[in-house]
């Protein structure tokens, strides 16, 4: 009695606390999503790291996999006119594609090491733009 009471107790703490993914582990992959730390599936990425000039939010995972990974997100670039400091954030909502992996020894850990943006409309003249990604500073 005693052993499934234990049982209980274990499984309604993995619920409460949430069980870690699968894929986040040296086996999975991740994606430096702050420029500093990594996450499996996170909210929002920054990609210009200097100075915050592009980013996505609001991202929904449609999938996750360790060698590709694919969301729908709210796209936000600075147009940097008449420089970076006064320019407007421009807003296009579109897919997110990662893919490939890069292994960073610091956090034991493979990463997405490219990523492609679709945009919706236009965003700063572009329909799309690629990129590579990295491992966190």
Do not use: K
């Amino acid at each position: 009695m005693h052993r499934i009471i234990g049982v209980v107790l274990v499984a309604a703490s993995l619920l409460v606390l949430g069980v870690p993914d699968a894929s986040a582990g040296s086996r999975g992959t991740t994606v430096t999503f702050d420029c500093l730390h990594v996450r499996v599936r996170p909210r929002a990425i920054v990609f210009a790291c200097a100075d915050g000039g592009f980013f996505v939010r609001g991202l929904r995972w449609g999938s996750w996999h360790r060698s590709r990974a694919r969301a729908r997100g709210s796209f936000h670039e600075n147009d940097c006119t008449p420089d970076c400091a006064r320019g407007d954030f421009h807003v296009r909502t579109g897919t997110l594609r990662l893919h490939g992996r890069l292994w960073c020894n610091a956090i034991d850990s493979y990463v997405f090491r490219r990523a492609i943006a679709r945009f919706d409309a236009p965003l700063l003249g572009r329909d799309e733009q690629r990129f590579r990604l990295f491992c966190p500073l």
